[in-house]
């Protein structure tokens, strides 16, 4: 079979799974069209200064290659296209993409052709002459991305203008924006980045319009204070959500009512208030949706906060409640000593011959009463509008995205044709969304699964009206996937082919797409390794916040200690610093004074006369778990706890001195 796609994120991923699908009977073969001179899509070509992805790495990293243990949580675009190189490489794709080779056209050939599609195609670089090619073949992946044709709508008068008006599709870095005055149209995260670049760039005045609002929450879980006590672990929320409340042994009717999205969101709703004095978001006092939108049900969360300091500072006010008992979020020292300001307010009506921008009466909204007899002459618009989806090169003959009824991929009558990366996630990553429904469609066309026929649960609610009908819940669409390519682990099958800690991390996990490769059609041989590392780590980097099964024995400001799942011996416990770092020389020493005294008292308390404290840092010496803890592992018997091996040498002793010399001299 030949296949033909686009390239980028969801393009290499969908080629890169077919291919690796090929067997000597059921041959494929796969070519991959890209537009621009290089891979990487949006997150190369509309990336901007300073721009960072808001989903963590290890959400939106592909399952068999991930990011450097010790790389950070959150990466910046250039660095996500350098993963997506290595990922080329390493799967030897290259001369399976064809670059500079815009799609013009795709139509069906007459029936009785050797193959089913004709792709029509430019060849040749901008410098030479382009000529048209065709491709034909018999199934194709169309991943062109939800992020590519600029959404801009029309405001009356925006001619009137004085100044620059462009999409931020062409916003670059701050020299578009330094010393004028700026008004950012939108409220969705790339609408916050440049609200925030725009003051960092001295702007003159910011003005935010949107029509009718957002839900601000980090992308990680930092800078709050609870009872005096500040929280700073960093979590990354899109790894918060557990498998095993949430997708695994979820009843039908509990599903089709999304109730449990409902339930969370009550929780949180009180949980925000507690931390941050206000329900609209985490710390978001203004711009809040309304009440019948405000939830996990209805909005792709707006992760990008940094601008949330600037925005708050006219309607904060100083809760006397939560003041009293130490809860409070801590904007950046930064941002929280400037005296700026980005002003919010509604849509543009109108802007008049002047260049003045009338806003649309909305008398509820605080920020509208704010504004509304301020004289607000921008000489710089960006539109952050979004992005339309449209696909001028598919003949009438074929569906479009928005026909994709099975599962967003497909349409029943035509499963040549697959649509991958047209869903958006309220909390998550395209990405590895693609991966899934590449392998969800590769399953289909290989025969390995039959067309699902049961109604979706995993569509965010929207109103008719609404311009974005592609929002789906991240943990309910990939697991729905899973379970109809047959990638979503049994439980008990999980236990009986990689034990009880893998069972573990997969159910307080989140939907990460390595765990769809543990069993099942795609089982890759590295998954069990990655979900023993970077994901167990997700979630014992939780702590006392999370979900995570430990049988905690002690817990002070600065340390935690519990048993061993899987202990050596009986009393085998772990003491782990609370502040994160992989390795013993990342953790500062204040946060390390506990730490023996208390294995101490475990060895005491747990009757061990003879024990070994192991502490272990780097793969090579034996570290599995990338936050640094200590072992207390009683040694009752010749076979039960610790055994080691020590290759001891003999010493230079001239060596031994210089060595000494040196150590010391460092000390
Ligand atoms: C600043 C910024 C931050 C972001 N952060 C995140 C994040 O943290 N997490 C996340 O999941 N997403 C993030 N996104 C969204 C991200 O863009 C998408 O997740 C990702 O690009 C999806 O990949 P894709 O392959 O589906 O589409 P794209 O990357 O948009 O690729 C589409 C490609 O199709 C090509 N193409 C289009 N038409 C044709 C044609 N006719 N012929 C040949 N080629 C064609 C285009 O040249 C383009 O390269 C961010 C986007 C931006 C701009």
């Not at 005045?205 to 839900?215: D, P």
């Not at 601008?307 to 003041?323: D, E, S, T, V």
């Not at 995205?401 to 991958?420: G, L, T, V, W, Y």
Request: aromatic share 10%; proline share 6%.
């Amino acid at each position: 079979m030949a296949f033909m796609r686009e390239n980028r994120p969801g393009g290499l991923v969908a080629l890169k799974t077919l291919l690796e699908s090929s067997t000597p009977e059921q041959q494929i073969e796969a070519c991959l069209f890209e537009a621009e001179s290089d891979i990487g899509g949006t997150f190369n070509y509309r990336s901007y200064q300073n721009a960072e992805l808001v989903s963590s790495k290890q959400l939106t990293t592909f399952s068999d290659h991930r990011l450097p243990l010790d790389s950070p949580d959150h990466i910046s675009l250039p660095e996500y296209v350098d993963y997506l190189r290595s990922y080329v490489a390493k799967f030897n794709l290259d001369t399976h993409i064809k670059l500079n080779s815009p799609v013009i056209r795709v139509e069906r050939l007459p029936d009785g052709s050797e193959w089913k599609h004709r792709v029509s195609y430019l060849d040749g670089t901008d410098a030479e002459e382009k000529k048209e090619r065709f491709y034909d073949c018999s199934h194709i992946a169309v991943c062109t991305g939800l992020h590519v044709e600029p959404n801009i709508p029309t405001i009356p008068g925006i001619e009137h203008i004085n100044g620059d008006v462009f999409h931020s599709s062409l916003y670059k870095d701050r020299s578009q924006v330094a010393g004028r005055n700026v008004l950012v149209l939108g409220c969705g995260e790339t609408a916050m980045d440049i609200a925030y670049e725009s003051i960092k760039a001295d702007a003159q005045s910011v003005t935010m319009c949107f029509r009718t609002g957002f839900l601000s929450f980090p992308k990680s879980l930092s800078r709050f204070q609870v009872f005096g006590k500040t929280f700073s672990g960093g979590l990354p929320i899109d790894g918060l959500i557990t498998n095993l409340f949430e997708t695994a042994y979820v009843h039908r009717a509990i599903a089709h009512s999304r109730l449990r999205w409902f339930v969370s969101d009550f929780v949180i709703k009180r949980v925000l208030w507690f931390l941050t004095g206000t329900q609209a978001g985490m710390n978001q006092h203004v711009g809040g949706l309304p009440q019948e939108r405000l939830g996990r049900a209805f909005v792709f969360l707006n992760k990008s906060n940094k601008a949330m300091p600037y925005l708050n500072r006219p309607y904060q006010k100083h809760n006397p409640i939560l003041a009293c008992i130490g809860n409070r979020y801590i904007d950046p020292p930064e941002d929280a000593n400037s005296n700026r300001v980005v002003d919010t307010c509604t849509w543009p009506e109108y802007i008049d011959d002047s260049g003045r921008v009338h806003f649309q009466a909305n008398p509820k909204r605080k920020d509208w009463q704010r504004l509304k007899n301020r004289v607000i002459k921008p000489d710089c618009v960006v539109y952050c509008s979004g992005y339309k989806q449209t696909f001028p090169y598919l003949d009438s003959a074929y569906p479009t995205a928005s026909d994709a009824q099975i599962r967003n991929i497909i349409h029943p009558s035509h499963q040549d044709i697959a649509f991958i990366g047209f869903v958006r996630p309220g909390v998550g990553a395209i990405p590895p969304i693609a991966e899934q429904q590449a392998m969800w469609w590769t399953a289909l066309i290989t025969g390995k699964m039959a067309m699902p026929t049961d109604p979706p649960h995993y569509h965010l609610l929207a109103a008719k009206t609404s311009r974005i009908h592609y929002g789906v819940d991240h943990s309910a669409y990939m697991s729905t996937l899973a379970r109809d390519f047959g990638g979503a682990p049994g439980l008990m099958e999980l236990y009986r082919e990689h034990g009880l800690r893998i069972l573990l991390i997969y159910c307080f996990g989140a939907s990460f797409v390595t765990f769809y490769r543990l069993l099942g059609p795609f089982k890759s041989a590295v998954a069990p390794e990655i979900a023993r590392t970077e994901l167990a780590e997700t979630i014992l980097r939780r702590g006392i916040l999370g979900d995570i099964p430990s049988f905690k024995i002690f817990e002070s400001d600065k340390v935690f200690a519990f048993l061993d799942i899987q202990p050596l011996s009986r009393g085998h416990a772990l003491v782990i610093p609370k502040f994160h770092g992989a390795k013993l020389t990342d953790i500062p020493d204040e946060d390390l004074l506990e730490i023996l005294p208390v294995a101490k008292k475990i060895a005491i308390a747990s009757g061990a006369t003879d024990f070994n404290i192991l502490q272990n840092n780097g793969r090579i010496a034996h570290q599995v778990v990338d936050h640094v803890h200590f072992h207390m592992i009683p040694k009752p018997n010749e076979q039960e706890g610790m055994g080691i091996s020590w290759p001891a040498k003999e010493s230079d002793m001239d060596k031994l001195k210089a060595l000494h010399e040196e150590i010391k001299s460092k000390m």
